[in-house]
């Protein structure tokens, strides 16, 4: 079964600090591996998108990487922000439009 | 960037009544939108695909008859929550997918609205 599965569930760090997020996957076929900014009440906003052929990609302070050989992603957030605190999902196409949902790691960034 | 807009952003309704939520991607043109529903705390669920002047494909579970989507032109998608009950509240989003060579084609990106929540009483 296509899966995606994120660690943490949630987090709380401090401003200004840095955190990780993690992203493991089974998806099969794989087309590419998306992280997603959802601020509460509102819908997800795209931050990273790779392919295979790409293994990191970088905006602003946000940083992905993708290892497909053992089918991982993090996302990596530097010098956190106040506003930074949302849900972030990664999602993993599985064909041309199907899409496969992780579950989301809720970051709290505290003052 | 592409802009996918929702409408309305919150609607409540008393139940047996009948919900339009109308999708609209601003600067490009869309084949394919995606209707999404998303329950506290948990991740989106795909309802249905729908492509521009044909029938929507419905994810298993879904009733068709009780979610009527409607994707008439290249930049406008509906989807009509019929004989709403407070169990269909719920948020929920829709995305676009850009045809052609524009913004996000060469990901096969979707394009995420601000989403509509639903509460039925």
């Known amino acids: 079964k296509n899966q995606v599965e994120q660690s943490p569930q949630s987090l709380i760090i401090l401003e200004g600090k840095n955190c990780t997020l993690q992203c493991n996957y089974t998806v099969s076929p794989f087309s590419n591996l998306r992280w997603y900014k959802q601020d509460t009440g509102r819908g997800p906003v795209s931050l990273t998108i790779m392919t295979f052929s790409e293994n990191t990609k970088s905006n602003g302070r946000y940083t992905a990487t993708l290892d497909a050989d053992t089918k991982q992603s993090s996302l990596h957030i530097t010098a956190s922000q106040l506003s930074d605190s949302a849900s972030y999902i990664c999602?993993?196409?599985?064909?041309?439009?199907?899409?496969?949902f992780g579950t989301g790691t809720r970051l709290l960034v505290s003052p | 960037g592409a802009v996918v807009s929702q409408h309305p952003s919150r609607v409540i309704c008393k139940s047996g009544t009948s919900v339009k939520i109308e999708c609209r991607s601003l600067d490009f043109q869309a084949t394919t939108m995606f209707w999404y529903r998303q329950f506290p705390k948990q991740s989106l669920m795909l309802m249905a695909t729908?492509?521009?002047?044909?029938?929507?494909?419905?994810e298993q579970g879904v009733e068709k008859d009780k979610f009527l989507i409607n994707h008439a032109s290249l930049t406008l998608s509906t989807l009509t929550v019929t004989s709403a009950h407070p169990e269909d509240s719920s948020f929920y989003i829709c995305s676009a997918r850009a045809s052609g060579t524009g913004a996000g084609s060469s990901y096969n990106e979707q394009f995420f609205g601000p989403g509509t929540r639903l509460t039925v009483l």
């Open positions: 999602v993993v196409s599985e064909s041309f439009q199907k899409l496969v």
């Open positions: 729908s492509n521009e002047g044909s029938k929507a494909t419905y």
